[in-house]
């Protein structure tokens, strides 16, 4: 298990490494197609003052789901499109904004856009041993960090104290709920550490693993897990050293 995921791991970031420091005009062209197709999803999301969100919370049917803080995304729409998908995930004040889809397997959308089309730029995709209505301890989705800034690239900015404060979490939205994901850590990680432990044991384990990637941090977090609370893993490449990954840890609690 741990190999193959040290494969997806690199197989990840092999974009990145294989363009050096430039981006030629076929890159270029992908980066904008890829740009073009997002900006068409976007159309599945509408964003709502955060008090009017707060007035419709606990009402909305169907499968549009309201955020506090002003997003609803139709699934339902969504579906048509790739029936793979499986939440929405939304940095405020900051470039993440995308569909997240989860494969038979975490090659699959490496290299592919949302809607199949082959593009370096891929998509944010669950991993495929996770649970895909993220009921499990602990569910981990990638990105690429690309090089124009968007998809995951801005994960590496939360090795700043100031960033962290301004963008304390992140939302995710799914077709089952929606919730709020507080970062309780964030850092430079090697692919042979266990920031990427999808089953993490009885409560002393997994205790125990919190404690381990919380000590890890870049930056001073002002939340923790308590028990029984699920993680989320956002996981891109970086670059210091050979297999380098940035991950940022969060806890995911339910809007209220």
Known sequence: MKRVLYWVLVLACLGGVLTGGYMTGSQLLAYRAAGQAYEELSGYISSTAAEDASETQGTSSGSERVLPAGVRVDFDGLSEVNPQVVGWIFGPDTVISYPIVQGE????????????????????????????????????????????????????????????????????????????????????????????????????????????????????????????????????????????????????????
């Not at 569910?139 to 090795?159: D, P, Q, V």
Request: charged content about 20%; hydrophobic content about 35%; some cysteine.
């Open 105 to 256: 397997d975490n090659t699959y959308y490496l290299h592919r856009l949302f809607t199949g089309e082959s593009n370096g730029s891929g998509c944010i995709f669950l991993d495929a041993a996770c649970a895909g209505d993220f009921s499990g301890d602990h569910s981990i989705i990638y990105g690429h960090h690309m090089k124009n800034g968007t998809m995951f690239a801005s994960l590496g900015e939360y090795a700043s104290q100031d960033y962290y404060e301004s963008h304390p979490y992140f939302q995710l939205s799914t077709p089952q709920g929606d919730w709020r994901v507080d970062v309780f850590s964030a850092y430079v990680a090697d692919v042979g550490q266990e920031a990427w432990q999808i089953e993490l044991g009885e409560e002393e384990e997994r205790q125990e693993w919190i404690r381990q990637v919380s000590a890890r941090s870049a930056v001073q977090c002002h939340t923790a897990p308590e028990e029984g609370e699920r993680i989320l893993t956002l996981s891109t490449c970086s670059y210091e050293f050979a297999d380098a990954r940035f991950v940022v840890h969060g806890v995911m609690r339910p809007w209220k």
